[in-house]
T-cell receptor, first 113, second 108 residues
Framework: DAGITQSPRHKVTETGTPVTLRCHQTENHRYMYWYRQDPGHGLRLIHYSYGVKDTDKGEVSDGYSVSRSKTEDFLLTLESATSSQTSVYFC????????????FGQGTRLTVV | GENVEQHPSTLSVQEGDSAVIKCTYSDSASNYFPWYKQELGKGPQLIIDIRSNVGEKKDQRIAVTLNKTAKHFSLHITETQPEDSAVYFCAAEGDMRFGAGTRLTVKP
């Protein structure tokens, strides 16, 4: 999996609680991405990072924040989880920019009850 | 980012037949076009890509063609096998959106 580790792999949380998902890479790639995948919607970009402390919003960023304090780690935080954020979350990394080659993690299945 | 449109959304073929998936893009500055395969329960995996300085690229049973004038590119899978069954996504350089995906089913 191109040196990408997502944690946790599965999580069930209650509505209104904060949740942080972690993506760790060992490839030293500049770009890191967070996507969510839902039936009928394919892959949708939440946030991405183009360097340490450099992040930008994707198409579905509301309710999510990210941080990248080190090259190897990209954190996705749901400040107050809602049921609409139940999804499978994928982290990806890549050497270049949006729409170029990317290597995906195994995904995190998040259920908000 | 601009939209990447992908068709068809589902495709069912008999084993041994060919499958073709098409994508269109709008940003003429795009020069790199990757294709991903996602098997059940896994993350997408890059299977082939093409750059705008070539019109076609092959890798065994899969090929990708690019028409920059018309701004579309296609994935071709020949001699399909059951293990080709998966969801396929296209992307275009500079776009934050993937294509919506094509669920390919290869019937034995």
């Amino acid at each position: 999996d191109a040196g990408i580790t997502q944690s946790p792999r599965h999580k069930v949380t209650e509505t209104g609680t904060p949740v942080t998902l972690r993506c760790h890479q060992t490839e030293n790639h500049r770009y890191m991405y967070w996507y969510r995948q839902d039936p009928g919607h394919g892959l949708r970009l939440i946030h991405y990072s183009y360097g340490v402390k450099d992040t930008d919003k994707g198409e579905v960023s509301d309710g999510y924040s990210v941080s990248r304090s080190k090259t190897e780690d990209f954190l996705l935080t749901l400040e107050s989880a809602t049921s609409s954020q139940t999804s499978v979350y994928f982290c990806a990394i890549g050497p270049a920019g949006l729409g170029t080659e990317a290597f995906f993690g195994q995904g995190t299945r998040l259920t908000v009850v | 980012g601009e939209n990447v449109e992908q068709h068809p959304s589902t495709l069912s073929v008999q084993e041994g037949d060919s499958a073709v998936i098409k994508c269109t893009y709008s940003d003429s500055a795009s020069n790199y076009f990757p294709w991903y395969k996602q098997e059940l329960g896994k993350g997408p995996q890059l299977i082939i890509d093409i750059r705008s300085n070539v019109g076609e690229k092959k890798d065994q049973r899969i090929a990708v063609t690019l028409n920059k004038t018309a701004k579309h590119f296609s994935l071709h899978i020949t001699e399909t096998q059951p293990e080709d069954s998966a969801v396929y996504f296209c992307a275009a350089e500079g776009d934050m959106r993937f294509g919506a995906g094509t669920r390919l089913t290869v019937k034995p």
